[in-house]
């Protein structure tokens, strides 16, 4: 990229994880939207992550690719003040919850210790805001009341310990530095661009491979989802109108269970079909939360809502990844699609009958 008005930038932005699922979607928006600001993506390029996501603005003059490491402390330095950043919204994370059972200890590397060195490099540097990606996981539990900012935090997993680990670090630099940072903590977010590890991607690629999908446990757990591109234009508002150290929940209008999820799919994908010869039940992981709903009444007041509904996006999202080549955004796509560190069970084998649920509205 060659950029002749670098000066010019009103505001030079830090994007990191800018290739991964929720990062790519939200450098898409900033370049395209804000053609007055510099978006500059950091992105170590980990498993999960694709630069084929950015073709289409990799040639914008207010974009550029860095590619690097947010543990690297002299990288970080370096990198904010040569391009001069004003802001940063730190969206990298590892956040496969799966895998962190079996790879704690890099989760806290990659989540809370990463987090550490961009928040004090971006302290040193005088950032004017930075933007905390965090998630609605650090509740935990199975709360059936609705969560506000306030609620206390409970994970029940080590990626979601580190995303609490992460937020306490933020937090604390803003109680004791008056640091400009503002937290958000998104429902599920789903759509184009997303690893086929997570369910909803991973249900899909294995239907359209003519295979079973991997129900853990009952398949009752409830989770709400929001569309990508609905909780990007979140950020978007918090970085503009956000209060400086407030969280903000950011929730989807659409919750159903697992199970129902996979059956929609099946339905969709498989019309022909009955959705037993699509349900393959697996060992449910430890301490699955069954349901966290959180209040998002903050944001809403600052004018943001979600505007996809669950059917448009859910079409978007399918058509996405049965586009050829898509699918292959990963090298390691195909590896993906087992049922996480679970073998199988046949439903005589199941301790529970599973039951029939009706998506929550």
């Known amino acids: 990229m060659s950029c002749h008005n670098e000066h010019q930038f009103s505001r030079r932005i830090l994007v990191t994880g800018g ?22 993506n950091i992105d170590k390029l980990d498993y999960c992550a694709s630069q084929r ?8 003059e207010n974009y550029k690719f860095c590619h690097g490491d947010i543990c690297d402390v002299n990288m970080v330095k370096e990198l904010m003040h040569k391009e001069e950043i004003t802001d940063v919204i730190h969206c990298a994370a590892q956040s496969h919850v799966d895998l962190s059972f079996t790879s704690s200890l890099e989760f806290t590397i990659n989540n809370t210790y990463g987090t550490h060195v961009l928040v004090e490099a971006a302290r040193q540097h005088g950032v004017t805001t930075f933007l905390h990606i965090s998630t ?27 995303k609490v680990g ?26 184009p661009h997303q690893f086929p590890e997570k369910v909803l991607p991973k249900f899909i690629s294995l239907l359209e491979r003519d295979r079973k999908c991997c129900v853990y446990g009952s398949g009752n757990y409830v989770r709400s989802f929001l569309f990508v591109e609905d909780v990007v234009k979140a950020f978007d508002i918090l970085l503009h109108h956000g209060k400086k150290g407030e969280a903000y929940n950011i929730s989807g209008e659409y919750q159903t269970s697992i199970l129902d999820l996979a059956k929609a799919l099946i339905k969709q994908m498989k019309p022909q079909h009955e959705e ?27 004018g943001w809502r979600p505007l996809t509904c669950w059917t448009e996006g859910l079409r978007r999202t399918v058509e996405w990844y049965r586009t050829p080549g898509n699918f292959l955004s990963w090298p390691g796509s195909e590896d993906a699609l087992v049922a996480h560190s679970h073998h199988l069970l046949q439903p005589s084998q199941l301790p529970w009958k599973p039951q029939e649920n009706t998506a929550l509205s």
């Open 19 to 40: 290739a991964g699922f929720i990062g790519s979607h939200l450098v898409l928006l900033l370049v395209k939207k804000y053609k007055q600001y510099l978006i500059v």
């Open 53 to 60: 996501h950015l073709i289409s603005i990799e040639n914008e």
């Open 136 to 162: 609605d996981e650090v509740y935990g539990g199975a709360s059936e009341q609705s969560l506000s900012e306030c609620s206390p935090m409970h994970p029940t997993n080590p990626y979601a310990a580190s």
């Open 166 to 191: 992460a937020e306490a670090i933020v937090q604390s630099y803003c109680n004791a530095y008056d640091f400009p940072a503002i937290i958000a903590r998104p429902n599920n977010v789903y759509g």
């Open 276 to 302: 037993c010869e699509y349900l393959d039940y697996v060992t449910d992981r430890q301490l699955n939360d069954q349901m966290y709903p959180i209040n998002d009444d903050k944001i809403r007041s600052l």
